[in-house]
């Protein structure tokens, strides 16, 4: 008898963060689980994931004490049944770390062969800017989405006065951030083991590995939900797309 | 407590500081918001998108309703009756919180 071995193609996997850092103790609630526009703010990431195709497993970092929300927000309003919940850390970099682990077998055998990290505080990403940073990721071996910044000067080291503008080609960055698996929890785990924490995935990969990094064009309406008045400029684009993903 | 209500840590944009956030909604629009540090308050006139909000969610609610029964039929068949008699109160709070925000709007703006 033959056996026919089928070997899997290898799919990307998308992890959004919901740690919620800069969130108080007591009853408030973690920022990325307030409405917006009919929704919570990690579902329009999640719905964004969703609609690309090449992402295979979707990963949701949350905080223990957030369980009930997330439970309440994957019933009502995400449609995609595999949603797999992880805990996450204090720190952005712990939650990653987290992720991985996560998906460390799966890595290993082959099976997700790139990672792309976002930030949930982030919930109008595209599908087309997951897309795109997916592409160049598996192109390149790192892709993350920044915005050309033109508007920037430098201070003194006081911030007392102004030196002059800043230097050119500055781009502001933005999530998703991807990797290439392997070389990315390589370096999550060297970066554990030395105690470092970075701002952001991309400066954990430029610390531990030497996975070329491209970035590929952000988008305008893909900010973070910072001040109040964010809130109200995300409602009004989602009110202007009919309150669907775009 | 006028429409739903949600703390959290958001920054000012007037005093500049990570704070703690009083947002109102009136189902899917935010309608005020307060930073507890400073009180700056920020209000918004949405009548007009409320009503289009409102006629939207209960075209909508029925596909809704199916789809939480299919999810869940028991759980869901028990919550409705306390469900059903909430319902016209929430309405009635949202509407009071739109109606203050948008009086508040417009006596500032004649101010």
């Known amino acids: 008898m033959i056996t026919r071995v089928v070997r899997q193609r290898p799919v990307a996997a998308g992890v959004v963060l919901a740690g919620g850092s800069g969130t108080r103790v007591g009853s408030e609630l973690n920022k990325v689980y307030l409405p917006l526009a009919g929704r919570r703010l990690v579902s329009w990431s999640i719905e964004a994931f969703d609609r690309v195709p090449e992402i295979g497993v979707l990963v949701l970092v949350t905080r223990p004490q957030d369980g009930e929300l997330v439970d309440w927000v994957l019933d009502r309003e995400i449609t995609r049944r595999n949603v797999e919940v992880v805990h996450g850390g204090d720190a952005r970099q712990t939650s990653e770390l987290a992720a991985l682990r996560h998906l460390a077998g799966r890595i290993d055998a082959g099976l997700i062969d790139t990672v792309l990290i976002h930030d949930a ?75 470092f924490s970075g701002t952001d995935t991309a400066s954990c990969m430029e610390q531990f590995s030497d996975t070329p990094v491209r970035w590929v064009h952000g988008e305008q309406r893909n900010f973070k939900i910072t001040y109040p008045h964010d809130l109200v400029l995300a409602e009004h684009i989602l009110a202007s797309s009919d309150y669907q993903v775009q | ?78 919550s409705l009756p306390r469900a059903v008699a909430s319902k016209p109160l929430d309405v009635l709070s949202e509407l009071r919180l739109v109606l203050r925000a948008a009086s508040d709007v417009q006596r500032k703006d004649t101010e």
């Open chain 1, 121 to 195: 505080a982030r919930p109008l990403i595209s599908p087309g800017l997951v897309g795109g940073v997916l592409h160049a990721a598996r192109e390149h071996g790192g892709a993350i989405p920044g915005l050309p910044t033109e508007d920037l000067a430098t201070v003194s080291a006081d911030g007392s006065r102004l030196t002059g503008a800043a230097p050119g080609n500055l781009v502001s960055v933005q999530t998703p951030q991807g990797f290439y698996a392997e070389p990315l929890l390589a370096a999550y785990e060297q970066a554990a083991r030395l105690e």
């Open chain 2, 1 to 78: 407590m006028v429409g739903a209500v949600e703390q959290v840590t958001l920054t000012c944009q007037r005093c500049g500081a990570d704070s703690t956030h009083e947002l109102a909604y009136a189902g899917r629009l935010l309608v005020t918001s307060t930073c507890t540090e400073c009180g700056h308050t920020i209000e918004r006139d949405v009548r007009d998108r409320y009503v289009a909000d409102l006629r939207h969610r209960v075209a909508s609610k029925p596909r809704r309703m199916l789809r939480r029964f299919r999810r869940h039929p028991v759980s869901y068949a028990c």
